[in-house]
């Protein structure tokens, strides 16, 4: 069974101690979250945890054509979660949009959780939207599916800034 304190574990008390963020959202521009480092990526801007690597998107991400990617490693190096934003607005089909908006304009929200390879379970969230001239993004988010991780994700989506 996995616990919070299995979470914790993962991530690190960096990762923990950033300061709540409103349901609202807050803006990379105005502030990221204490303690957090702000990644750019094409038009968006996000804050996540100082324990995430950043990595230049043909270091590692699956996600080809990324314009930014974030890894958060767990024991033995093994990558348990990603960050990426690329170009592209297509969310994972079958799954239930929730809309929202992201600086004054719409834009959709996918959750899902995924089985990976090694047989654990990843909780991923999508995000689509336009920038200021219209162009499609996508930021996806995923971690382990444990106790602890659906705060995190919302910090780092709510976080997220594009212009």
């Known amino acids: 069974m996995r ?18 963020v409103g349901a609202a959202g807050c803006s990379v ?18 804050a996540h945890p100082k324990v995430w690597e950043e990595l230049r998107p043909s270091e590692g991400s699956a996600d080809a ?22 170009p592209g607005g297509a969310t994972r089909r079958g799954v239930r949009p929730r809309p929202l908006t992201i600086d004054g304009r719409p834009a959709t929200e996918v959750g899902y959780v995924e089985r990976v390879a090694d047989g654990s379970r990843n909780r991923a969230v999508e995000i689509a939207t336009t ?26 989506i709510n976080s997220i800034d594009v212009s």
């Open 3 to 20: 616990t919070k304190g299995m979470y914790r574990a993962v991530v690190g008390a960096a990762g923990l101690a950033g300061a709540v």
């Open 29 to 46: 521009g105005e502030g990221a979250p204490e303690g957090w480092k702000v990644m750019r990526g094409g038009s968006v801007a996000l």
């Open 65 to 86: 054509g990324a314009q930014a990617s974030a890894v958060l490693r767990g024991a033995g190096g093994r990558q348990v979660g990603e960050i990426t934003v690329r």
């Open 131 to 156: 920038d200021s001239r219209g162009r499609p993004v996508l930021v996806r988010v995923t971690g382990p599916d444990v106790d602890g991780w659906p705060t995190e994700l919302r910090k780092i």
